[in-house]
Structures are given as structure tokens and as C-alpha cells.
């Protein structure tokens, strides 16, 4: 199982970076980030069908998660970003049909890419 994230960069706080994940078939799908120095968070989870939705309080209402199946493709539009939205962001994956905010629960883990908001 391959994940491909991509995406990241150097960004001006307000600005607007959009995060993709390639996957090799479709999983129920999570983005999380970690910030130096700190445990790795959840962000945003969708569905296998792409029904149902769910975000971390800190980012409601400025991010939004959406997925592609016919391209096994899983998206993170972030808007209004803000310096403490600095951290490496992660897709990951599982076969599980919960939508679920806890690193344990996925079993498989991209790269990582690394999105800076400057102030």
C-alpha cells in the first residue's frame, strides 16, 4: 500500500494551500499533522464513499476535505491559514469503515509534507 501526499509549501498567513493524497484503492481517509515539538493531531477524516465528514475543532470552517474515487485521491483544501497551522501534514489510511481521530486506528501512513504559514 502506497500513500503519495503532496502539496505542501510556504504560504502567507490568510493564504490557501491544497494538500492531495494518492492512494492504490479507496480506504476511509485522514489527514493529521504534527507541529515540532508536539504529538501528531488529527485534522480531517472522510468516508470510503465520501458521505460523511468530520474536522478537528481548530479547523472547522476554514478547511475542507473532499476525495476523487474514480483517481483513489484524497484532497485537504486549507484556507484562512494560520501560523500555528505550521506542521508537517500526513494522509493515512485504513480499511475501517469509522471515521476515527486516533493515529492508532489507521494502518497506513504517507510521507508526510510540510506546510509552513509565515506571520
Known amino acids: 500500500v502506497q500513500l503519495q501526499a503532496s502539496g505542501g509549501g510556504l504560504v502567507q498567513t490568510g493564504g490557501s494551500l491544497t494538500l492531495s493524497c494518492v492512494t492504490s484503492?479507496?480506504?476511509?481517509m485522514g489527514w493529521f499533522r504534527q507541529a515540532p515539538g508536539k504529538e501528531r493531531e488529527f485534522v480531517a477524516v472522510i468516508s470510503w464513499s465520501g458521505g460523511t465528514i468530520d474536522y478537528a475543532d481548530s479547523v472547522k470552517g476554514r478547511f475542507t476535505i473532499s476525495r476523487d474515487n474514480a483517481k483513489n485521491t484524497a484532497s485537504l483544501q486549507m484556507n484562512s491559514l494560520k501560523p500555528e497551522d505550521t506542521a508537517v501534514y500526513y494522509c493515512a489510511a485504513t480499511d475501517g469503515m469509522e471515521l476515527s481521530a486516533r493515529t492508532y486506528d489507521y494502518d497506513y501512513w504517507g510521507q508526510g509534507t510540510q506546510v509552513t504559514v509565515s506571520s
Open positions: 484503492r479507496r480506504y476511509t
